[in-house]
């Protein structure tokens, strides 16, 4: 009980984290603050790449949509459902985190923010 507790709490803020990454990527990406955070020098190069933000964010959105009902289903049945759902979308979103990082070490701040709630998460659903 306290597992899946804890496995959803980890599981629900990464949810919570990968909706902002949409609304960054997909929704404010012209923003400067926005784009330089994820190290676009200027509004030319960001104005060039948005239509790949634009979608990368909606993939992060499908990620955090099917973590959160995989966490409900959890909770409300079926429960082997949920979890099957939960530890896909946590893994995915892990595993994107490990790919972020393999494209150099000065990511890894950012592979971190994303990764590490997921990571936990998935290995609480593991055991819960």
Known sequence: MV????????GGSAALLHVY??????VQWTRPTVYRRFGV???????????MAYN???YNLFLAIGAAIGIVLFWTGPET???????FCLGAMAAAALVLLS????HLR??????VLP?????LFLFA
């Open 3 to 10: 597992v899946g507790i804890l496995a959803s709490v980890f």
């Open 21 to 26: 990454i949409f609304v960054m990527e997909s």
């Open 41 to 51: 020098p200027d509004r030319e190069t960001a104005e060039t790449i948005r239509p």
């Open 56 to 58: 990368q964010g909606f």
């Open 81 to 87: 459902a949920g979890r099957a759902l939960a530890i």
């Open 103 to 106: 494209t150099g070490v000065r």
């Open 110 to 115: 950012a592979a971190a923010t994303q990764g």
């Open 119 to 123: 990571l936990i998460g998935l290995a």
